[in-house]
């Protein structure tokens, strides 16, 4: 009864009963509470009341001339779900009870006469259950509103976040074609250096856009990742970078010669380039490579002295390209060798220089995917038979001893090739003789 006092609200109660004094003790025993009444003698004039005002409850007499009590409160409830009922009754009237309960919704019947307090208790009672049932819905109302809400700030939010992921995606995206894009713009940098080494070393000594074709090649035939390809490649573009501060005469010379007059000069320079290359992040790799380039596979190479499976796979593929290529060149050895003898050098050094593993695969890869002009394609290699008069030697021919015979530059005649011809039967092998394309015909 107090929370109703306490709270400062009015509710507004409507009295029905066609008889004016029970109307009258109804009034009297309502006074002095917090609601504001509504008097009527039937249900017609009921119901128009009930369309003029917001009434919170209604206490209706059962029988009434008309329109009884449950018929009116049926019509309430009808309207108005909201509005508390309560019948008023002087007779056990089961049936009557049974439809006010369950068309007219009452919150409870009370018999004549009544008791004033247990009357009074039971509006409060009421009013108090309205009053929690409109919270409650207020309260379902509000978070329905706030559910509706947060499912839109929800949606808004995914569609913004998948907006953005979509962004931030084509950001990636356009980060990692940008930055492959620098990789592969790192590769062919190193390659445009390698050309400028290059120009310090004479033309038969330029190796290195050869030894990249060669690893080229390798890596194509063995199906190497694009990234292992690049590190690959851009090793093989830089692999002798560390050779730039040599003499030139060092860089004009083989390395079976250096390493017994420059011993300490040329197993420096796999490190130096390493050294120089340190500094670019997207050579990281590349530059170890390099560095153990010329680690033999029995442990006896340099800088490191590393041997078999600890040496890196790119660096045991560029000693064999490097080789491959620089043994044509007379860069390893004191003469010049063919490709038919640079297979037969690897293969006699396989599980010493060279991983065994890798020597066939090699060899294979460079008869079947590299041209015979990969070296230069202004030099031919003639058998001593097909020599003619008036031909340039390219490249200084040496006997299978080692011993010089003819020097780069010379121009060969009818009884130079007639000795040449009596000098390799003697010799017991066949000459291989490096001779100007264009005097070829």
Same mark, same amino acid.
């Given at each position: 009864?107090?929370?109703?006092?306490?709270?400062? @609200?009015?509710?507004?109660?409507?009295?029905?009963?066609?008889?004016?004094?029970?109307?009258?003790?109804?009034?009297?025993?309502?006074?002095?509470?917090?609601?504001?009444?509504?008097?009527?003698?039937?249900?017609?004039?009921?119901?128009?009341?009930?369309?003029?005002?917001?009434?919170?409850?209604?206490?209706?007499?059962?029988?009434?001339?008309?329109?009884? #009590?449950?018929?009116?409160?049926?019509?309430?409830?009808?309207?108005?779900?909201?509005?508390?009922?309560?019948?008023?009754?002087?007779?056990?009237?089961?049936?009557?009870?049974?439809?006010?309960?369950?068309?007219?919704?009452?919150?409870?019947?009370?018999?004549?006469?009544?008791?004033?307090?247990?009357?009074?208790?039971?509006?409060?009672?009421?009013?108090?259950?309205?009053?929690?049932?409109?919270?409650?819905?207020? !309260?379902?109302?509000?978070?329905?509103?706030?559910? $509706?809400?947060?499912?839109?700030?929800?949606?808004?939010?995914?569609?913004?976040?998948?907006?953005?992921?979509? +962004?931030?995606?084509?950001?990636?995206?356009?980060?990692?074609?940008?930055?492959? +894009?620098?990789?592969? $713009?790192?590769?062919?940098?190193? +390659?445009?250096?390698?050309?400028?080494?290059?120009?310090?070393?004479?033309?038969?000594?330029?190796?290195?856009?050869?030894?990249?074709?060669?690893?080229?090649?390798?890596?194509?035939?063995?199906?190497?990742?694009?990234?292992?390809?690049?590190?690959?490649?851009?090793?093989?573009?830089?692999?002798?970078?560390? @050779?730039?501060?040599?003499?030139?005469?060092?860089?004009? #010379?083989?390395?079976?010669?250096?390493?017994?007059?420059?011993?300490?000069?040329?197993?420096?320079?796999? #490190? @130096?380039?390493?050294?120089?290359?340190?500094?670019?992040?997207?050579?990281?790799?590349?530059?170890?490579?390099?560095?153990?380039?010329?680690?033999?596979?029995?442990?006896?190479?340099?800088?490191?002295?590393?041997?078999?499976?600890?040496?890196?796979?790119?660096?045991?593929?560029?000693? !064999?390209?490097?080789?491959?290529?620089?043994?044509?060149?007379?860069?390893?050895?004191?003469?010049?060798?063919?490709?038919?003898?640079?297979?037969?050098? !690897?293969?006699?050094? @396989?599980?010493?220089?060279?991983?065994?593993?890798?020597?066939?695969f090699f060899i294979q890869v460079c008869t079947c995917h590299l041209p015979e002009s990969l070296l230069d394609p202004s030099v031919k290699v003639l058998d001593v038979r097909r020599l003619k008069p008036g031909m340039v030697l390219d490249r200084n021919l040496s006997a299978s001893n080692g011993l010089l015979l003819l020097n780069e530059g010379k121009i060969?005649?009818? !009884?130079?090739? +007639?000795?040449?011809?009596?000098?390799?039967?003697?010799?017991?092998?066949?000459?291989?003789?490096?001779?100007?394309?264009?005097e070829v015909q």
């Amino acid at each position: 009864m107090n929370s109703l006092a306490e709270s400062g @609200k009015r509710y507004t109660v409507m009295l029905v009963d066609d008889e004016e004094n029970i109307l009258n003790s109804l009034r009297r025993v309502l006074r002095g509470q917090p609601y504001d009444l509504l008097l009527a003698t039937n249900g017609t004039q009921a119901l128009g009341l009930f369309e003029l005002h917001r009434i919170d409850l209604i206490i209706s007499d059962a029988r009434m001339p008309g329109m009884d #009590g449950p018929t009116l409160l049926s019509e309430v409830y009808h309207r108005d779900p909201d509005c508390m009922n309560i019948l008023l009754t002087g007779y056990a009237d089961v049936s009557m009870i049974t439809k006010a309960i369950n068309e007219g919704h009452i919150f409870r019947y009370i018999s004549k006469p009544w008791n004033d307090e247990e009357l009074v208790i039971t509006l409060h009672q009421a009013l108090e259950f309205q009053a929690v049932r409109r919270d409650r819905d207020a !309260l379902l109302k509000l978070a329905n509103e706030q559910n $509706n809400k947060l499912r839109d700030l929800n949606d808004g939010l995914e569609r913004r976040v998948a907006a953005r992921t979509s +962004e931030l995606q084509q950001t990636a995206d356009m980060l990692d074609l940008a930055y492959d +894009e620098l990789r592969r $713009n790192y590769v062919t940098s190193t +390659e445009v250096f390698s050309l400028l080494i290059n120009q310090r070393l004479p033309r038969l000594r330029q190796t290195n856009q050869r030894v990249i074709e060669v690893v080229r090649a390798y890596c194509a035939a063995s199906a190497l990742s694009d990234t292992d390809t690049r590190d690959l490649t851009m090793a093989a573009a830089l692999y002798n970078i560390g @050779k730039l501060g040599w003499s030139d005469v060092m860089l004009a #010379g083989c390395a079976d010669l250096l390493l017994r007059t420059e011993t300490e000069a040329f197993k420096t320079y796999p #490190g @130096k380039s390493e050294a120089l290359l340190m500094a670019l992040e997207p050579l990281h790799d590349a530059m170890h490579i390099i560095r153990h380039h010329q680690e033999h596979w029995d442990g006896r190479g340099f800088p490191d002295r590393l041997s078999g499976q600890s040496i890196p796979l790119g660096a045991r593929v560029l000693k !064999l390209a490097v080789d491959f290529v620089e043994l044509q060149c007379g860069l390893v050895l004191e003469r010049y060798l063919t490709r038919d003898e640079v297979f037969v050098y !690897l293969r006699q050094h @396989k599980s010493t220089y060279y991983d065994p593993a890798l020597i066939e695969f090699f060899i294979q890869v460079c008869t079947c995917h590299l041209p015979e002009s990969l070296l230069d394609p202004s030099v031919k290699v003639l058998d001593v038979r097909r020599l003619k008069p008036g031909m340039v030697l390219d490249r200084n021919l040496s006997a299978s001893n080692g011993l010089l015979l003819l020097n780069e530059g010379k121009i060969l005649t009818a !009884l130079l090739i +007639e000795k040449l011809t009596a000098f390799e039967a003697v010799d017991g092998g066949r000459f291989s003789v490096f001779i100007r394309a264009a005097e070829v015909q």
